[in-house]
């Protein structure tokens, strides 16, 4: 592999990768379902093919809440809906969001920026995040992505992010970090107190869990036209992978012409 000359900076892309998905215990499934008189709601929707795991588990949350497995099992409830998207439909329109939360998806986002990380932490409900640490983690390579907004700018931009990866190069070596003995506790103060001076800007990776609610909201929210650029590129891609993996749970949303992603049901 042909090494990157130490003065040219390493230009970067966003990458989404969905990393987990809910699971089915459809045995655990069939014990409940037996005992309150519904597995006729198991087996039809197996006949129907593979299970999608993430629409069963709201189905099976949103049915248990109202006993709707079959007419006749709840006195009150005359009409059952078979059809699955219709049923979704109708928990969408009614904004029945609690039974959303069941399904949670996680996601490696590769190569984002901490702007970007430091705008999705605000979404804590419904999420989890683990971002890699600069306080453990040496800059000793800092990739970076010169937004279209900078393009105009783009050699000064190069120039300024070169100076400061070799500052932390430089820096580390004046500070002895790499001196045989230093202790571990000596290097992780260094590198804390080095990110100090890293930009904003730089690429970092961090994985993001989310449960459909959440989900979205956030892709409504960031890919909105007044979102920050870099989260409405790479909201755009979750919402693909979402308008895939649970087609029936995000059926409402729509992508405009302006990239935006806007669902018929909002505040679900």
């Known amino acids: 592999m042909t090494e ?61 809440c109202y006993r709707s497995w079959e007419p006749g099992l709840n006195p009150n409830v005359t009409r059952v809906r078979t059809d699955r998207r219709e049923y979704f439909e109708n928990i969408l329109r009614s904004a029945h969001g609690s039974v959303l939360e069941h399904a949670s998806f996680s996601f490696a986002l590769r190569n984002v920026s901490r702007v970007f990380t430091h705008e999705l932490v605000r979404h804590r409900a419904g999420s989890a995040f683990s971002q890699e640490s600069l306080r453990y983690v040496r800059l000793t390579d800092i990739g970076f992505r010169v937004p279209p907004a900078l393009e105009p700018v783009r050699d000064q931009v190069i120039s300024l992010v070169e100076q400061l990866e070799e500052f932390q190069a430089s820096a580390a070596d004046a500070l002895g970090v790499e001196d045989d003995g230093v202790p571990f506790h000596v290097k992780k103060e260094i590198t804390s107190a080095l990110r100090r001076l890293a930009p904003i800007g730089l690429s970092t990776d961090i994985v993001w869990t989310a449960n459909v609610r959440t989900l979205r909201h956030v892709i409504e929210m960031r890919t909105a036209e007044g979102a920050e650029e870099e989260l409405r590129l790479v909201f755009d891609m979750v919402a693909r992978v979402m308008k895939e993996e649970a087609p029936n749970l995000f059926q409402d949303f729509g992508r405009q012409d302006d990239g935006s992603w806007v669902p018929q049901f909002r505040k679900v």
């Open 4 to 64: 990157r000359p130490a003065d040219t900076l390493r230009e970067t892309t966003p990458s989404v990768h969905l990393i987990a998905r809910p699971s089915l215990d459809l045995d655990g499934m069939r014990a409940y379902l037996e005992d309150v008189g519904g597995a006729s709601w198991l087996d039809r929707r197996l006949e129907e093919g593979d299970p999608n795991a993430a629409e069963m588990i709201v189905e099976f949350g949103g049915r248990a």
